[in-house]
């Protein structure tokens, strides 16, 4: 099984509607979601991130957690042609080793996104 | 503010080769990681360095190392390169924890 995984695409949509993306995790001691957005040719850019269980909106984006499921998922309201992109969650798990704090982010496959007018 | 810098942009090596490919962090950010991505692994953790030491490292074999320098400059170096590490190599940085990452524009290393 994988750390992080995302439901498979490519998601295609119609401009206006609403973008679904899910991810799963393994890892019941991850601490940090993020939701990163990569424009084909680019790097990853932060779009959202959720530490605690619920709904966190900004903007046309809101991040859902369900920790309890191991669940983590990004709408996308009133989508845009500008939207579409591949869409990457990434998890953090975080401790201690030798005395010394550590971190690392894992992220998931990606979806792509489209987004037709 | 500048962004995470990442050169050369682009490196076209042959087998048996090695590379070292450099990464500035924004200014203040004191934690660099470095990720390999590729089509069908997608992006894979390859170490994390903050102080000038490895916090945490991938599953990647030893011919992959980093430093990371007083400045927080960080390199990484491919020995022997084989055809399967023809990828893009990313930097990111945070302020200290591994929480939000700013991306470098990569290093596409081509291995021929």
């Known amino acids: 099984q994988k750390e992080v995984e995302q439901n498979s695409g490519p998601l295609s949509v119609p401009e206006g509607a609403i973008a679904s993306l899910n991810c799963t995790y393994s890892?019941?001691?991850?601490?940090?979601f993020f939701w990163y957005r990569q424009y084909s040719g680019k790097s990853p850019e932060l779009i959202m991130f959720?530490?605690?269980?619920g709904d966190k909106e900004d903007g046309r984006f809101t991040a859902q957690l369900n920790k309890a499921s191991q669940y983590v998922s990004l709408l996308i309201r009133d989508s845009q042609p500008s939207d579409s992109a591949t869409y990457l969650c990434?998890?953090?798990?975080?401790?201690?080793?030798?005395?010394?704090?550590?971190?690392?982010?894992?992220f998931g496959q990606g979806t792509i996104l489209t987004v037709h007018p | 503010k500048a962004g995470v810098t990442q050169t050369p942009r682009y490196l076209i090596k042959t087998r048996g080769q090695q590379v070292t490919l450099s990464c500035s962090p924004i200014?203040?950010?004191?934690?660099v990681s470095w990720y390999q991505q590729t089509p069908g692994q997608g992006l894979q953790f390859l170490f994390e360095?903050?102080?000038?030491?490895?916090?945490n490292k991938g599953n990647f074999p030893g011919r992959f190392s980093g430093r990371q320098f007083s400045n927080s400059r960080s390199e990484m170096n491919v020995s022997t390169l084989e055809l399967g590490d023809s990828a893009l190599y990313l930097c990111?940085?945070?302020?200290?924890?591994?929480?939000?990452?700013?991306f470098g524009s990569g290093t596409q290393l081509s291995v021929l």
């Open positions: 990111a940085s945070s302020v200290d924890r591994v929480e939000k990452l700013f």
């Open positions: 890892d019941r001691g991850s601490q940090s």
């Open positions: 959720i530490y605690s269980n």
């Open positions: 990434a998890v953090k798990v975080a401790g201690w080793a030798g005395g010394t704090s550590y971190g690392k982010l894992t």
């Open positions: 200014s203040g950010h004191r934690s």
């Open positions: 360095y903050f102080s000038e030491t490895q916090r």
